[in-house]
Nanobody, 120 residues
Framework: QVQLVESGGGLVQAGGSLRLSCAAS????????MGWFRQAPGKGREFVAR????????YYALSVKDRFTISRDNAKNTVYLQMNSLKPEDTAVYYC?????????????WGQGTQVTVSS
């Protein structure tokens, strides 16, 4: 069992930055691929970024590539999402996810979400 708790969301102006954190419980954190998804009002949940269990491999949605960076610290059981050059269209609830599938094809655990609001 893995429990995920996100933090770091908030209100920021366009062009600004935020860093999201996701703290995981459980001893098996380092065996899971981790990812971030988001859901904007009235829209479905969409993939944002993922990172392999080792932290070596990362992958991003085109909409955030070169602006967002995902990283992890297995010693701290934490995954991060550094978000730079934020745009109003980045406004959404951001969810942390854990998967035993490298490509996050099936998510085993979800966090409760953290709100990110980008004002224009």
């Amino acid at each position: 069992q893995v429990q995920l708790v996100e933090s770091g969301g908030g209100l920021v102006q366009a062009g600004g930055s935020l860093r999201l954190s996701c703290a995981a419980s459980g001893r098996t954190f380092s065996t899971y691929a981790m990812g971030w998804f988001r859901q904007a009002p009235g829209k479905g949940r969409e993939f944002v970024a993922r990172i392999s269990w080792s932290g070596i491999s990362t992958y991003y949605a085109l909409s955030v590539k070169d602006r967002f960076t995902i990283s992890r610290d297995n010693a701290k059981n934490t995954v991060y999402l550094q978000m730079n050059s934020l745009k109003p269209e980045d406004t959404a609830v951001y969810y942390c996810a854990a998967s035993q599938s490298t490509d996050m094809g099936g998510v085993d655990y979800w966090g409760q979400g953290t709100q990110v609001t980008v004002s224009s």
